[in-house]
């Protein structure tokens, strides 16, 4: 299964009764299997988690802490953008040069690189003194 067919299938699965935007995302971990989230709204609107950080959070589970690529996949007229928290999430397990698809359901896609979302990450070496 593609990274998009399992973006594209779990999305399905997104629960957004509030904003009933889906939204899918799938990871490929450095060992080559896939992990996959969909958002999770919640009536407390800010308890609400995006795709990719579910998607982040299996791979975690599963005991791999690096991803290669990632897909988001949503029925945007353009294709879905990380936010910014999200971008952030993707920065701490993936090179600057991993492979992030954004698509719509039509689609389209826009590829892009987790360094090229977040540029001036915030990552570990600043926490040295
Ligand atoms: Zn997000």
Redesign the pocket.
């Known amino acids: 299964m593609s990274l998009r067919e399992a973006a594209a299938a779990v999305r399905n699965n997104a629960y957004a009764p509030y904003s009933e935007f889906k939204v899918g995302a799938a990871v490929r971990a450095a060992s080559g299997t896939v992990y996959v989230g969909c958002n999770v709204e919640n009536v407390a609107y800010p308890e609400g988690m ?1 795709a ?2 579910g998607a982040i959070a299996a791979m975690v589970a599963a005991g791999e802490a690096r991803l290669v690529e990632a897909y988001v996949i949503a029925g945007s007229p353009t294709p879905v953008t ?2 910014g ?2 971008r952030q999430k993707l920065a701490e397990f993936a090179a600057p040069d991993a492979q992030v698809t954004m698509a719509t359901v039509s689609g389209n896609e826009q590829v892009t690189t987790v360094g090229d979302l977040l540029p001036g990450v915030f990552n570990a070496a600043h926490m040295k003194s």
Request: overall charge negative; charged content about 15%.
């Open positions: 995006c990719e950080a990380p936010c928290g999200c």
